[in-house]
């Protein structure tokens, strides 16, 4: 499965989720001068794991803001990627995970465009 998303100047992305696959990659298409805050804008991925389950139901990707708020209250720890131009992030599609907040320039041309490839089922336990 392929998503391509080009999201405007300022916004806070996508919500805490775990996708519907066995790895997920992400790869950051626009150039690093639109980022107007270095080292923000990519992605923070959780160390947490959402069951199968969970992923083939749908409930671990619901865009919901508890999941995000849950994952903070708890303490979970996260690892953030900047963003970076065609920076790869390659990880367990499991893993909750979401955008990171950003600003980039205004303008068509200074988008954040993000690609994602979804590979594989994930397993049932």
């Known amino acids: 499965c392929a ?28 150039p690093d001068e639109a980022n107007l805050e ?6 923070v991925v959780y160390a947490s794991r959402s069951s199968a389950r969970e992923q083939l139901s749908g409930s671990a990707n619901n865009g919901n803001l508890g999941l ?6 708890r303490g979970w720890d996260n690892v953030t990627v ?23 320039k205004p303008g068509y041309k200074n988008r954040r465009i993000n690609l994602t490839l979804l590979y594989g089922a994930p397993e049932l336990e």
């Open 38 to 43: 270095p080292g923000r804008g990519g992605l």
């Open 82 to 104: 900047a963003y970076k131009a065609n920076r790869m992030t390659l990880f367990d599609s499991s893993l909750y995970h979401r955008t990171d907040n950003f600003k980039f």
């Open 68 to 73: 995000r708020q849950t994952a903070e209250m």
């Open 3 to 30: 998503l391509l998303a080009r999201y405007d100047s300022a916004y806070q992305g996508i919500a805490v989720h775990a996708d519907r696959a066995a790895i997920n990659v992400n790869i950051w298409l626009t």
